[in-house]
C-alpha cells in the first residue's frame, strides 16, 4: 500500500496519515493494529518500513521508519488493448499491472464487444495489483479511445508492436518493409521502454484496421506463436515477451 502523503519530502519518523479505506483493510481483513510494521511504497518516495502508530475502524497513521527502495521508473510498455468483455478487461488491467506497463490505453475496434467501462473500477484494480506485486508506481489507465484516434495520436518516435493472427499468411506485396523476418518474430527486436504494444478484440481487428495500423513507419508487426490465443492470453504473452526482451538488452 502507498502512503496517502502530500507531496513533500519525507524521512524517518515522518507521519502518515492512512485512508480510511486502509485501515479498514488492515484492521479487518489483515487483522494488524498499533505498532505492527508494514511496508508502505509509492513512485514519488520508493519503499519504507513503517509502523502503525494508530488504528481505529476507518482512521490511523503510519510512521515511516527505514527506506528500503528508492524511486525507480518502470521500464515498460504502453499497453493498447481493444475492450473486451468486463471480466476478461479487469484481468487484463490486473496482468498488465504486474507485468510492467506504464499505461493503459482502452480501445473501441470495430469488433469490440463492450464499449462502456467503469475507470474507478479500473484504477482500484491497477491499484490493487500494484500492491500485490509490491510496484512502485500505479499504471494510467486512460479513457478509451477509438482505434483510428488512437492511431492518428501515436508518438511516432515509439515503436507499436502490433500483435497479427496468421501474420506468415499476410500479404505484404504492397509493403515489402512490413514482411516479418522470421528470426525477429514475437522477439520485440530493437524495444524500448515507452514504446507500444498493441492487441486486438475477440474475434481480431478487421482487414481495414490491420491495413491502417500496418501503413504507419512506427507500427512492427509481430505474431505471439502457430496458436490463436484468447485475447487476454494474447495480452499476457505479449507483455511477458517485452519484458524479457527489456531486462535481457
Do not use: H
Not at 492512512?18 to 487483522?31: C, K
Not at 481495414?208 to 499476457?236: H, Y
Request: proline share 6%; hydrophobic share 40%.
Amino acid at each position: 500500500m502507498a502512503p496517502d502523503q502530500a507531496a513533500q519530502s519525507v524521512g524517518p519518523e515522518t507521519t502518515c496519515p492512512m485512508s480510511p479505506e486502509q485501515a479498514r483493510y488492515l484492521g479487518t481483513v489483515m487483522r494488524r493494529s498499533e505498532g505492527d510494521e508494514v511496508r508502505l511504497f509509492n513512485a514519488r518516495d520508493g519503499e519504507w518500513l513503517a509502523r502503525i502508530a494508530g488504528l481505529r475502524r476507518d482512521r490511523g497513521t503510519f510512521i515511516l521508519q527505514t527506506r528500503l527502495r528508492t524511486p525507480e521508473q518502470e521500464a515498460g510498455p504502453v499497453l493498447a488493448f481493444a475492450l473486451l468483455k468486463r471480466d476478461a478487461t479487469d484481468l487484463v488491467i490486473r496482468m498488465g499491472t504486474e507485468l510492467g506497463v506504464s499505461r493503459f490505453i482502452p480501445l473501441i475496434t470495430e469488433r469490440t464487444v463492450g464499449q462502456r467501462v467503469n475507470g474507478a473500477r479500473l484504477d482500484s484494480i491497477a491499484t490493487e495489483a500494484a500492491e500485490q506485486c509490491e510496484r512502485l508506481s500505479v499504471p494510467v489507465v486512460a479513457e478509451p479511445a477509438r482505434f483510428m484516434d488512437f492511431l492518428g495520436a501515436w508518438n511516432p518516435e515509439n515503436t507499436l508492436f502490433t500483435a497479427v493472427e496468421r501474420l506468415g499468411e499476410r500479404e505484404f506485396s504492397e509493403q515489402p518493409d512490413k514482411k516479418p523476418d522470421e528470426k525477429q518474430i514475437g522477439t520485440f527486436a530493437g524495444a524500448r521502454p515507452g514504446d507500444g504494444i498493441l492487441t486486438g478484440p475477440e474475434g481480431g481487428f478487421s482487414t481495414a484496421e490491420l491495413d491502417a495500423a500496418l501503413a504507419r513507419p512506427f507500427v512492427t508487426p509481430i505474431t505471439l506463436g502457430n496458436r490463436v490465443l484468447r485475447a487476454e492470453t494474447a495480452v499476457a504473452a505479449a507483455l511477458a515477451l517485452f519484458d524479457a526482451r527489456i531486462r535481457n538488452a
